[in-house]
């Protein structure tokens, strides 16, 4: 009886050590955001693209009625944003970075067109 006690706690804590080692998923994560007009107002139904760093995923999404987007259920990493609305681009924002649970928030500035 004391060997069977034994052994179950030597299992026990084996199961224990090991479940510390077994590699967790990554989770994922939101970009969010606001894209303003060259006034400081919001912009409705511009067009954001986002990018994964490598360049392999690409979404896009428009604004909502109060210049708004979100981007959800992203990989944990890193990711560029950018905003276009009649003829008017926004910057790159290069660097996003997704972490797990998280929300990044982004505020995309649309340039006056050339």
């Known amino acids: 009886m004391r060997l069977r006690l034994v052994i179950a706690k030597l299992?026990?804590?084996a199961?224990?050590?090991g479940a510390g080692i077994v590699p967790r998923p990554a989770?994922?994560?939101t970009v969010a955001g606001q894209v303003l007009?060259?006034?400081g107002s919001p912009v409705i139904g511009a067009r954001?693209?986002?990018q994964a760093a490598e360049g392999h995923r690409l979404l896009t999404?428009?604004?909502?009625n109060q210049g708004?987007?979100?981007?959800?259920s992203l990989p944990?990493?890193?990711?560029?944003v950018r905003a276009s609305y009649e003829a008017r681009v926004s910057e790159w924002r290069q660097n996003v970075w997704v972490a797990p649970g998280e929300q990044t928030n982004v505020v995309l500035h649309l340039r006056s067109s050339l």
């Open 15 to 17: 199961l224990t050590v």
């Open 61 to 64: 999404t428009d604004t909502n």
């Open 37 to 39: 007009g060259t006034n």
């Open 11 to 13: 299992l026990c804590a």
């Open 27 to 29: 989770g994922l994560g």
């Open 48 to 50: 954001v693209i986002l």
């Open 68 to 72: 708004r987007f979100w981007f959800a």
């Open 76 to 80: 944990e990493g890193q990711y560029g």
